[in-house]
């Protein structure tokens, strides 16, 4: 388990499991990861620069007056 709904964790069942592994929630913070995040960024740039659409949108949410 890398995500627990509060963290610290510090009373959960989980963490008196014996069948479990608590881990903090770190994977985003790897050299790996962050190159990940940097190419992909530049490329959605890149991508919209050229008139194309974004590959995941973020699209306003509709009014409603």
Do not use: C, W, Y
Request: zero cysteines; charged letters at 20%; aromatic letters at 0%.
């Amino acid at each position: 388990v890398d995500v627990l709904a509060a963290e610290p964790a510090t009373s959960s069942p989980l963490l008196d499991a014996p069948n479990v592994i608590v881990t903090p929630h770190l994977a985003a913070t790897t050299t790996q990861a962050i190159d990940r995040m940097d190419v992909g960024a530049a490329a959605e740039v890149l991508r919209v620069l050229r008139g194309e659409a974004p590959a995941n949108p973020v699209l306003p949410k509709e009014r409603t007056t």
